[in-house]
T-cell receptor, first 114, second 114 residues
Framework: AQSVTQPDIHITVSEGASLELRCNYS??????LFWYVQSPGQGLQLLLK??????LVQGIKGFEAEFKRSQSSFNLRKPSVHWSDAAEYFC????????????FGKGTKLSVKP | NAGVTQTPKFQVLKTGQSMTLQCAQD?????MYWYRQDPGMGLRLIYY???????DKGEVPNGYNVSRLNKREFSLRLESAAPSQTSVYFC?????????????FGPGTRLTVT
């Protein structure tokens, strides 16, 4: 069965430091992969997505993610974190044989120290 | 352009009461979804509608019913609320059917059942 694992429940980084959020997936075919961000009290916003092609994808707000098939990973990165990046981040994989359903990881909460 | 809207934003119910959560999208999307979000659980799919006139169960459908009223609107009904249904409910929509397309989320409804 498909699954998504985000190993880190909570990460704290200093403002200006680099960030990497981990995501591993279990999927039998080429996955459709997504990263969403949720600010406190808000809905989810799509940061970036990977369907095919270049394995390094650029998203909004200066985020990027790299698809590594050999490691079944789709880690999210940002070179310099801003205080406004404090939020919860969800990795998701598209479910095969369905009508567009996503399987979400449990999320990683990012705190940013001044 | 409002995107995906949800009403109400907050609701408190007593055990056994019923209510309907409303969702509407103005993006002419074919597919709509209802998720619940619980702490440490990520998002779990309750029901989805691949297109107008069709609905299907997701991962956690028990205790819920849905109606795809038209292409724009997708409602979620709790017939007899239980404390286990205390959660934040998100509606989402996407253009693609079939393999996962980008989903756009509403701001959520925070429901408490006492």
């Amino acid at each position: 069965a498909q699954s998504v694992t985000q190993p880190d429940i909570h990460i704290t980084v200093s403002e200006g430091a680099s960030l990497e959020l981990r995501c591993n997936y279990s999927y039998g075919a080429t996955p459709y992969l997504f990263w969403y961000v949720q600010s406190p009290g808000q809905g989810l916003q799509l940061l970036l997505k990977y369907f095919s092609g270049d394995t390094l994808v650029q998203g909004i707000k200066g985020f990027e993610a790299e698809f590594k098939r050999s490691q079944s990973s789709f880690n999210l990165r940002k070179p310099s974190v801003h205080w406004s990046d404090a939020a919860e981040y969800f990795c998701a994989v598209g479910r095969s044989g369905s009508q567009g359903n996503l399987i979400f990881g449990k999320g990683t909460k990012l705190s940013v120290k001044p | 352009n409002a995107g995906v809207t949800q009403t109400p934003k907050f609701q408190v119910l007593k055990t056994g009461q019923s209510m309907t959560l409303q969702c509407a999208q103005d993006m002419n999307h074919n597919s709509m979804y209802w998720y619940r979000q619980d702490p440490g659980m990520g998002l779990r799919l309750i029901y989805y509608s691949a297109s107008e006139g069709t609905t299907d169960k997701g991962e956690v459908p028990n205790g819920y019913n849905v109606s795809r009223l038209n292409k724009r609107e997708f409602s979620l009904r709790l017939e007899s609320a239980a404390p286990s249904q205390t959660s934040v409910y998100f509606c989402a929509s996407s253009h693609r059917q079939g393999l996962a397309g980008e989903q756009y989320f509403g701001p959520g409804t925070r429901l408490t059942v006492t």
